[in-house]
């Protein structure tokens, strides 16, 4: 996924996006930034411009995306997890013969709190935005972290809140797990292409443990 922190931390990533806007002179809607996230911040800037009536350069288009990075980073520097994150990637790591990643569009910098949060022996695999020329909905970013976990497409589930995860997955030949955490609801995460929809990520870690692929959860801990 692209994120496991908690609402907070999207509402810290849309006020990023809103103040870097603003420091280019637009005011832009919250809902709109909101529905945005998770797509390739480029895309997203330019995006926003748009809905201004403002055809961006290119250089307008980084140097908003650049601070909003920066923003989310600074404003986020100890996020809290959404409940059940913890244990579900415990439980991925020690699943034998699981392998599995973060492919995110968000710059690495400001997902490395969020990464810290979760408390791993060992730096996670993670595929951010500036590895490929075309981040989420653009199946790339997906389509590169398959290949360095040496895993064939059809066989990864991506899992994600948003619109465009659902729409990289399915472009990528995965199969698009949604969770109802961040803007979208299950209508419409299920419109742009879910195959299946959870509100939590303890329900993806039941299905995954109903499958044998992983330990089942401790009911009433932490996590």
């Avoid at 709190?113 to 408390?119: E, F, N, Q, V, W």
């Avoid at 698009?176 to 959870?198: Q, S, Y």
């Amino acid at each position: 996924p692209r994120d496991w922190s908690s609402d907070v931390c999207s509402s810290d990533l849309v006020r990023a996006w809103t103040a870097a806007m603003r420091t280019a002179g637009i005011e832009t809607d919250p809902h709109l930034v909101g529905l945005n996230m998770g797509r390739d911040g480029r895309h997203a800037a330019r995006a926003f411009f748009a809905a201004a009536g403002i055809d961006a350069t290119d250089e307008q288009v980084e140097t908003v995306d650049a601070e909003a990075g920066e923003r989310f980073a600074a404003d986020n520097a100890s996020p809290a997890l959404l409940p059940g994150v913890k244990a579900f990637v415990d439980a991925l790591e020690a699943a034998p013969g699981l392998r599995w990643s973060i492919a995110t569009s968000s710059r690495r910098a400001s997902i490395d709190p969020s990464i810290r949060a979760l408390g791993l022996a060992r730096p996670p695999a993670v595929t951010d935005g500036t590895h490929v020329a075309h981040a989420k909905p653009a199946p790339d970013l997906l389509l590169l972290a398959a290949s360095e976990l040496g895993v064939p497409p059809a066989r990864c589930w991506y899992v994600g809140d948003a619109t465009w995860d659902q729409l990289a997955s399915r472009a990528a030949g995965m199969t698009p797990v949604a969770v109802t955490t961040g803007a979208a609801d299950a209508a419409a995460l299920l419109a742009d292409g879910a195959a299946v929809v959870f509100t939590t990520i303890e329900g993806v870690h039941d299905e995954l443990a109903r499958r044998g692929l992983i330990a089942a959860r401790t009911h009433g801990g932490q996590g």
